[in-house]
């Protein structure tokens, strides 16, 4: 019943928005950085820390790496939380640079499961920053849980909003096929669904899940990203 019932939203989701074509960035190496800066900040300021980084030319990994840490502060300022965030990426690039000479083409090699584990002991990467740059930067089938989908699945009483991360994940990698492209698109669906309707103070009158059925009804959407 659950499987369906994600699926009814997310067929109701991708009819009222469309495709999202999320994550945003020209390369891996960028969605990355992007995963890492977007703690706790909204997308618009992660564009202008990423701008910045991008005038400098440096929005690479050899040249993060070799960078002194306040220089990459002041760079990634518009992020918020830019000395803490400096020391992230840092340790990032250097994971980067140590264990797949600094690619993200060596680096999608590795298997997913075992990646995650070596990601999540970074300093500063936790769950949803890792699987984000499984999913969007390294095209691994994985779920990305955030506070709009756990708000979402919550108030349609799919999960209570207290349970672990993994349990969430849990539930979109038993109740669906694992595709990357179904999973990134959902994902997408969620934050856009979160930032008009469903939000702390919700505006559920004009919410496309208003009128979400019990079940699934009709033809399953074919998820175009």
């Excluded at 910045?52 to 220089?71: C, F, G, R, W, Y």
């Excluded at 640079?97 to 999608?108: A, C, F, I, V």
Aim: glycine content about 6%; overall charge positive.
């Amino acid at each position: 019943m659950k499987n369906k019932k994600l699926l009814s939203i997310c067929d109701k989701l991708f009819k009222f928005f469309g495709p999202q074509n999320w994550w945003p960035g020209d390369t891996p190496f960028e969605i990355a950085v992007g995963a890492i800066l977007t703690q706790n900040t909204n997308w618009g300021n992660v564009e202008k820390a990423i701008n910045n980084l991008k005038k400098a030319n440096v929005l690479n990994s050899k040249a993060i790496h070799d960078m002194p840490v306040k220089k990459l502060a002041s760079l990634i300022q518009p992020s918020g939380y830019f000395n803490i965030k400096a020391k992230r990426l840092k340790s990032f690039i250097n994971f980067l640079m140590n264990d797949y000479h600094g690619s993200m083409k060596n680096m999608k090699k590795e298997e997913m499961h075992s990646l995650r584990e070596k990601l999540l002991s970074v300093n500063g990467i936790g769950p949803e920053t890792a699987d984000s740059i499984l999913l969007y930067a390294l095209d691994k089938p994985i779920f990305v849980i955030d506070a709009y989908t756990k708000r979402v699945l919550s108030r349609h009483n799919i999960l209570g909003h207290d349970e672990a991360y993994d349990k969430f994940q849990e539930l979109f990698h038993l109740s669906l096929k694992k595709d990357v492209k179904l999973f990134n698109e959902y994902h997408a669906l969620f934050v856009r669904v979160g930032k008009m309707f469903c939000k702390p103070k919700p505006r559920c009158e004009k919410c496309p899940l208003k009128e979400r059925v019990k079940g699934f009804k009709g033809s399953r959407v074919r998820v175009r990203c």
